[in-house]
């Protein structure tokens, strides 16, 4: 079993949609959590981090479900310009980071 | 604005060529890391360094080594490519404290042929 795993789609969404990817995560030890936009040929960027209580920039909102092991990342509205990987990352602890193998998102006009 | 930039976008090389791939940061960062990324897979640790002259294997470091002569500069070498290491390669840093973000150079897209 991976360390952390996503369902790597395509997601194909028209614009306006709401879209949610889930990350499952194995290690119950996992400290911080983050997603990050990776666009076609580009660097990987951050997004946004990922706290307990949930949180929201924008169109964009993450959960943490520890007790399931898992993240989500909401977006509301979605543009073309969302067009784009999503990588889910877990921090362990120390330098330890494991990215999962990411979720694409296609918005269609 | 923080800026990793690495030596080639992309560059093709002949199975059992020593390669170098180069990575510089401009934010005095401690930690700096190097990836490699392939469809399905993620990015996989190869190396990382938390401060000058220090190392430590990643996930794959099998086939690499890597060179951290000054802060800036986070270099990775195949000692003698094969073609199991065609890929993208990603170097990223960050500071030393905290949950804080890795920032990440461009790639490079290596082919061994």
């Known amino acids: 079993r991976k360390e952390v795993e996503q369902d790597p789609g395509p997601f194909n969404v028209p614009e306006g949609a709401t879209v949610a990817f889930n990350c499952t995560y194995s290690?119950?030890?996992?400290?911080?959590f983050f997603w990050y936009r990776q666009d076609c040929r580009k660097e990987p960027k951050l997004l946004m981090s990922v706290y307990s209580s949930g949180n929201e920039d924008g169109r964009f909102t993450a959960q943490l479900n520890r007790a399931s092991q898992y993240i989500s990342l909401l977006i509301r509205d979605s543009k073309l310009s969302d067009s784009a990987t999503y990588l889910c990352?877990?921090?362990?602890?120390?330098?330890?980071?494991?990215f999962g193998a990411g979720t694409r998102l296609f918005v269609k006009a | 604005d923080v800026k990793v930039t690495q030596s080639s976008r992309y560059l093709v090389k002949r199975t059992g060529e020593k390669v170098f791939l180069e990575c510089v940061q401009d934010?005095?960062?401690?930690?700096m890391f190097w990836y490699r990324q392939d469809p399905g897979l993620g990015l996989r640790l190869i190396y990382f360094s938390y401060d000058v002259k220090m190392k430590e294997k990643g996930d794959i470091p099998e086939g690499y080594s890597v060179s951290r002569e000054k802060k800036e500069r986070f270099s990775l070498i195949l000692e003698s490519a094969s073609t199991n290491q065609t890929s993208m390669y990603l170097c990223?840093?960050?500071?030393?404290?905290?949950?804080?973000?890795?920032?990440f150079g461009p790639g490079t897209r290596l082919t061994v042929l």
């Open positions: 934010m005095d960062h401690e930690n």
């Open positions: 990223a840093s960050k500071w030393d404290r905290g949950y804080n973000e890795q920032f």
């Open positions: 990352v877990v921090r362990t602890g120390g330098f330890k980071t494991i």
């Open positions: 290690n119950s030890a996992s400290q911080s």
